[in-house]
């Protein structure tokens, strides 16, 4: 096969005519899709999953190791709970302006920016000591991760032939993932080694071999646009700004509290008043950038509302699960076998929905996806004190197979959408696409972090309630548990009120156990409940058509009969 770059030299309308009509790009700023020689398509996987892993690797291990990096800086619970937040407040809105930047500058200034800036905020990390820096540096990791998950899908595509490119997308956009898992696999080695350092390290070690792979191995010529226009401009400062806002509230309230930090309520209303007038604004142009009235579209609307609960549902692996193993005293070293397991769950999700794909039947895959995650929470739902990660092999397998599952196919619902109606709203679906993912992963943590600490403070006073000093059975077990210093304590006050403490972690521990049973018992039903709503959307329109045929059939029946009768 010839070289399949022997043209890109070319202007663009001389390049489009040595291509054939499957190696036309599908979308505005989408590279061309020429024919690739075996070898080369298996460079392109490889650098596409290289890409799509250095973009999602660092937040993942932020976010995963909280505590040891809020030790490492010596600063609060608080203050280390900005620092995921930041990254998705940056990271949301950014394909607002890099879609049109990708269409207007094209893919080879976009590439060279997106992982030089990747590599400078991997540089810096290891210049600075201080949470201030931290901070930024994190909010700069987010803008650049936004064009590297664009980019790896990119190359992903290119893996693939025509039949099979759409299985291509499934894959690309399934990467990032991956990084969760993967992140809580390797880190304990790398903090072992050099505490945080080592990490910023290899991240940097990671993003230079993606920058020399992108350099080498190029993606083909893309049209580009003139887009831009001054409104933009003036979309994103209110948009990005309401955005940021709104992360903010969803990913604090829970740690400062809803209704103790009154910034929280002004974060809300400010992000309301924002986003309201940027949408405003969008509404009454001849060329929005975010097109509100194909966005409440009911068939858009249906999909970015069962986007949004699947992400809120996934917070019982991400959150409820890893949460409720901490509780029970499990460390990171300790959760290995189910992370691995986790990630094998989720490459099995990928490459099913990718073999299984059918344009025809997207909402399948979706359906399915809601109910193995509530099939996964209610095994969850019974958990005890002695029920550790090989317990939850199983559940947890569900709903990561359901995690890789949904993602692919509800973006080609939407791409579908673009395709028949305009292609400039690709730029509105796909940043109400990363809003969602990024706020609906917030939202979903802000629900199990509330709703478990409600219920863990219900079942505190149950329990404390039913505790009573006069009880012999109480008395035996405070009896039992100071006994274990009595070789060390000889004064019997000190002694009961040691035994009084050890009860108290025991009731506390109980509490949050039954708290997080019903978390997941209670993203069972809403997994269950969207299951059933997207299941009847999908058949809906199936049981009209064939009530329609049985009409006309029985109407064509007896007009025939009409006429044999007149004859």
Known sequence: MARADRHWHLPWDQYVATLKPHELPTLPGSPATPDHAPWLRVQYALTGVLVAMVGALGNAAVTANITSLQGSLGITLTEAAWLP????????????????????????????????AFVATCAAHLLVDNYESTLVVRAAAGMAAAGLSSLGFLYMIQAFPAKHRLKGLVIGIGLASFAVPIARLVMPTLLQLNDWKAFYTFELGMALLAWAAVQVLRLPPAERLKLFEPLDFLTFALFAPGVALLAAALGLGRIVWWTEAAW??????????????????????????????????????RLFGAVILIRVTLSEQTSGAVGFLTVVGLGQDQLHGLFLLILLSMVAGTAVSALTLNMTKLHKPIAIALGLIAIGAFIDSHATVLTRPAQLYFSQALVAFASAMFVGPALLIGVGRVLQTNP????????????????????????????????????????????????????????????????????????????????SRQVTQQANILAYNDVFLLISVIAALGCAWVTVIHLLPRFKARKQARQDARLAAQQAAAAAAVD
């Open 424 to 503: 400039r709203n690709l730029i509105s679906f796909i940043v109400m696409f990363s809003v969602l993912q990024n706020v609906g992963g917030l939202a979903g943590s802000a629900l199990v972090g509330t709703v478990q600490v409600l219920r863990e403070k219900f079942h505190s006073n149950e329990l404390a309630a039913g505790i009573d000093a006069m009880n012999p059975l109480v008395v035996q077990r405070l009896a039992q548990l100071s006994g274990a210093y009595s070789h060390v304590v000889g004064d019997p006050a000190l002694l009961k009120a040691e035994g009084v403490a050890l009860l």
């Open 85 to 116: 937040v930041v990254f998705v407040m940056t990271n949301a809105c950014m394909n607002l302006i890099l879609v049109k930047f990708r269409q207007q500058y094209g893919l080879r200034l976009f590439t060279q920016i997106c992982l030089g």
């Open 264 to 301: 929280i309520g002004w974060a809300l209303v400010g992000s309301i008043i924002l986003l309201s007038v940027a949408l405003a604004i969008e509404h009454n142009r001849a060329n929005p950038l975010i097109n509100t009235r194909w966005l409440t579209g009911k068939d858009v609307l």
